[in-house]
Every structure is written in C-alpha cells, then in structure tokens.
C-alpha cells in the first residue's frame, strides 16, 4: 500500500493544490497486475475499435482543451497559449494514432517458392510502463500512450511528481472515451520508489522513458537484467547557428521563442545560440532588449511572456548556472537573478530570462543542460566552426540555422549532429506525425511520434504459409532450377 502522500504545489504561488498517493512498489505490482489481465482482452479488441476510442479521446481533450491549460498553467506554470498548445499537440497524435487503427501495415513479400505467401505484421508486446516528466505534461503521456494503446498493450504510467493532478485527468479522459477498465493504470510518487519498481517489473516487457539523462541511463541499468525494451527520451543541449546572411530580426524572434519559451524547460530548449561574428553586435543587442521585454508572471494571467519554474530546485539549479558562466569567463548580458512575480507582487520561482555573450563552445554554460531561461551566445568566423561547435556537445535533439543560402541550409541538413533540424525557425515546435528524438546521448535509437512510434510498442512477427500440400525447403528447395545465364 501507498507509504504516504505528497503534494503538488503551483510553482506560480506555491500553493498545494492536492495531496497524492506515494506508491509503493506494492501499489506497482497491484496496477502492474490489472494491466497484464487486461492485456488478454484488450490485445484482440480490433485495432479499429481501438482506434475510435482514441477519436474520442481526442474530441473529449478538445471539449477539455480550456480546463486543461488553465490547470496546466497552476500545476506546472507554463503560459496559457503554450499550456493550449500543449494540450493541442495531444489532441493531433490522439486522432493521428486513432488513425493508426485502420493502418498499423506490416508487409507482404513474394517467397522464393511456389504456392508459398509470406507477410509480416505488429503484433502488441504487453504491459507498458510509462515514465513521463512534468514539462509536457499532457502532450508526453498522449506521446506514449496513445501509439501504446492502438499498437493493443495495455499501460502503467507513473507521471512525474510534479504534475499528478494533470495526469489524473488525462487518465481520467481516457475512461471516459472508452478505455476498459484495467487497460491504463496510475501509480503516482517518487522516481526511486514507484519508477524503479515498474522499471524491474518482470511482468513489464516495455518500458517508455522521457527525462533526463542521468534517469535515463538508471532506468537503462535497471532494466537490463530482463532485457527489456527500452525507449528514451532525453536532455538536449540545442543550437541555434546564425549565419552573416541571415534574417537577424526573424533569427531574435526565434530565439526568444525557443530560449525563454515555457521558461527554457523544454528538451529541445535553445541554450546555445551560435553566430557570425559580422552579426553578432546587431543579434546580441537585439536579443538582449528583447529578453529584458518579456514580463514575468502566473501563466494564467494575458500579459505574462514567461512563467516561473517548475520548483525551488530548479530555480537554484538554474542560477548555479549563472555562477558558473561567470566564473568560466562568458560575459553575463541580461538577467542572471531570481524574481518576484511582476504581475501580482506575489511569490513563486521565476527567474529572469538570462543571456550570457562570448560563450566558448566548451564552457559548462554551452555543454550542459540547463533546463531554464539561459542562453549563450558564441562567436564564429565561419559555417564549418558553426556546426562543429554545435554538434561538440553529448546530446543531439534539436538544431536549427538561420540562413538565405539554400547550399548552407542543406549542408546544415545534412551534417548537424541531431534527430531534428530546422531552416529558418528556432529548435522547437515539432509536429506529431514526424518522428521526434534525438541522436548520441539524447536517447537510445528510437523515435516517439509518427509512424516511427509503433516500433516501440510493437514486435514484428513474420508468418510464412505454405499452400503447396508439400514440404518445400527454403534456401534449398529452390536451388534446384537451373542458374540463370
Ligand atoms: P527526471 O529524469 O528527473 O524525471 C523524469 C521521470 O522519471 C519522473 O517521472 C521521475 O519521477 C522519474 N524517475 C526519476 N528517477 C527514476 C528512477 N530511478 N527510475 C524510474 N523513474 C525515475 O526528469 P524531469 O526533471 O522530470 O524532466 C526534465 C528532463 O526531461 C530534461 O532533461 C529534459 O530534456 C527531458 N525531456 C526530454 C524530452 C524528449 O523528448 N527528449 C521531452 C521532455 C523532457
């Protein structure tokens, strides 16, 4: 049984907004437990049946969408457009996945022998176990799920301990869609004690992942007893290149957006903007009066550009990292400091978008993940110092560069180091049928979102039926006919 509660508290105010059960690794075994009994029905529901629920799940998200960004902008304090689009992003991949219920093709071949068909198709793998984080927290579990459910697993998630509120009601709109009883499953707490347990579960094949690295590579070791499969999705590092032919207006509008937006907490966050040095005078003081626009406060007030952060750790976890920009050398522009909330006076973790100037592609400020309003800016003198500087660091989510050269923009393509790359826009703002996820240390190979998602809740099974009323030996039956000349 659950070993407590916790609380989750609304980083805008500080102000507990419900108490949750601490799972225990009995309470995993309990959901873990329903999710494998309802597996055997549930993997036999036809795919298009599944699929239906999904369409409904996403017209009940989009009857929600209002009620959903509101709590968003409570439970985890980003602002009211980007919590809209975050719900939204769950609305697309619930009907792109419901859709998937009249795809899910496998392949057929022709066989080397007569009278002989083969195809191969996906077939479900069992009980899933979710892991999410709090930054989307709607969007992430609609990123697993739903591909999970369609694939027909059923599913344990343990939502980060930051945004339970949000996903009870996720959880609770699925039932509500149509989800049988036992299919999708919650167990809420902390990391170590819910999380691992579901992570060593035997009796769960797959497990799901999206956080940090360091949590990544823990899920990883503590999956490998039972050789599970295991989906990552982690930190990013991401890189803006700027070059001397660019747009720099448009190039500080993608900046801001992808730097300050959700206060830098996203994964594909720009934290390192690289740039020409003929545009650098002009980028670096337009950045840093545009930075110093942005208002701070609640995310449910209009008026506010930037919430605050997701909790007090975060918040000294950030400014650490000014200390340490400017105890490397970078030169601090803007920011650099908590703040009060500008709206109300009131209290909270905000902290003030921050940009560091003549960064070295080395420093810790340009290596490591900061995950909040921090960017820096570093010097180049040319396209190939560009991209080797932006692919010097050990993760490879997003990338994007600024140019109106369309040779730069396809080298660029071709050889920044990341699973995405954008022309012209800053590194966020993923749409749900392309695959997301990283290269190097941001993940393990797989991909969330699009098709690319069914992989990861899917086995390929190859059936071979054989109509000839005769043994036919492949490999060897065949060889018999005269080579060809
Ligand atoms: P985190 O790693 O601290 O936690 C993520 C989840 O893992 C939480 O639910 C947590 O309770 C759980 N957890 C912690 N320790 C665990 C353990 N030992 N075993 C099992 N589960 C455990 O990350 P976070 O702070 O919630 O999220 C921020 C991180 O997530 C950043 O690094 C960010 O880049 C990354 N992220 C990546 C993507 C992506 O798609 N690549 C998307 C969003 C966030």
Redesign the pocket.
Known sequence: MATGTFESVAPATGEVLGSFPRSSAADVDGAVAKAKAAFEDWRLVPAPERGNILFRFAELLRAHKDELADLMTREMGKVKAEAGGDVQEAIDMSYYMGGEGRRLFGHTTPSELRDKFMMSVRMPVGVVGA??????PIA?PSWKLTPALVCGNTVVL?????TPLLADRFVQLLEEAGVPDGVVNVVHG???EA??A??RHPDVPVIT????????I??TK?AADLLKHVHL????KNAIIVMDDADVDLAVNGIVWSAFGTSGQ??TAASRVIVHRSVYHDLQTKLVAAAERLKLGPGWEDETDVGPLINRAALDKVHSYTEIGKDEGAKLLTGGEAAANEGDGGGGFYYRPTVFGDAQPGMRIAQE?I?GPTTALIPVDSFEEAVAAANSVRYG?SSSIFTRDVNRAFRAMRDLQSGITYVNAGTTGAEVHLP???TKE??NGHR?AGQAALDVFTEWKSIYVDYSGKLQRAQIDNQERPAAR
């Open positions: 892991i999410t984080p709090w930054n989307f992430i343990k939502p980060a301990e930051d902390y990391g170590e999380g691992d579901l992570v992942f999206t956080g940090s690295r360091e949590t990544g823990a899920v503590a999705e982690l930190g990013g996203r994964c993940e995950f989510l997301f996820g990283g941001t993940g969330e």
